[in-house]
């Protein structure tokens, strides 16, 4: 089954520094674009950054630029979140998400809880 | 705010039809596909409709969706108590920095 997993959520104080990681399986993980959604307590998903397949091209909602820095690591099918400089509004669930350029973003990871509060 | 709008609520009894409109520009639905995810509560978005109007294997054909100009719509005929969830539209923009997803602010959708 082509699966997502995210990991690395918890609670930090505003200033603070957070490490998302997310776990692909079952697909050729380095044929796809990346990207990272995240959704605040009781509001809509929001773009945060996404990733090329060979990290060629990255990018950021101005929200995040200049905080946060995608990565990600072919060989470990692995994609990454460092998010520096957290604010109390960057609460959220971080989802990872497969892109695709036909189907939209097909595959989502089940979410990781950011919580930044004093 | 977000770039693509949405009724922030659609309602419906049992049977019936309802429709969620996605309202956006030139720049991005009237130029690129348009998608819809369906969110049940407490879970990850699940692609509903990709390419305007397409159905991923699995997803019952109550559900479609269309787009004209620089709206989209996406309908759900025969409702069911288990199509009670939060829609959202999305489709890609373009920056400075390259094309990146934008999505609607969502419509909760509630069987009554």
Redesign the interface.
């Known amino acids: 089954e082509v699966l997502l997993v995210e990991s690395g959520g918890g609670l930090v104080k505003p200033g603070g520094s957070l490490r998302l990681s997310c776990a692909a399986s079952e697909f050729t993980f380095s044929n796809y674009n990346m990207d990272w959604v995240r959704q605040a307590p009781g509001k809509g998903l929001e773009w945060v950054s996404s990733i090329s397949s060979t990290s060629s091209f990255i990018n950021y909602a101005d929200s995040v630029k200049g905080r946060f820095t995608i990565s990600r690591d072919n060989a470990k099918n692995s994609l990454y979140l460092h998010m520096n400089s957290l604010r109390v509004d960057d609460t959220a669930v971080y989802f990872c998400a497969r892109e695709n350029s036909f189907y939209g973003l097909d595959v989502w990871g089940q979410g990781t809880t950011v919580t930044v509060s004093s | 705010q ?1 770039v693509l709008t949405q009724p922030p609520s659609a309602s419906g009894t049992p049977g019936q039809r309802v429709t969620i409109s996605c309202s956006g520009s030139r720049s991005n639905i009237g130029s690129n ?1 348009v ?1 819809w ?1 369906q ?1 049940l509560p407490g ?5 509903l409709i ?2 305007n109007n397409q159905r ?1 294997s699995g997803v019952p054909e109550r559900f479609s969706g269309s787009k004209s100009g620089t709206s989209a719509s996406l309908a759900i005929s025969g409702l069911r108590s288990e199509d009670e969830a ?1 829609y ?1 539209c ?1 489709t890609w923009d373009d ?1 400075l ?10 419509t909760k959708l509630t069987v009554l």
């Open positions: 977000s596909s998608y995810y969110q879970t990850a978005p699940k692609v990709y390419s991923p939060d959202y999305a920056n920095s390259g094309p990146h997803v934008i999505f609607g602010g969502g």
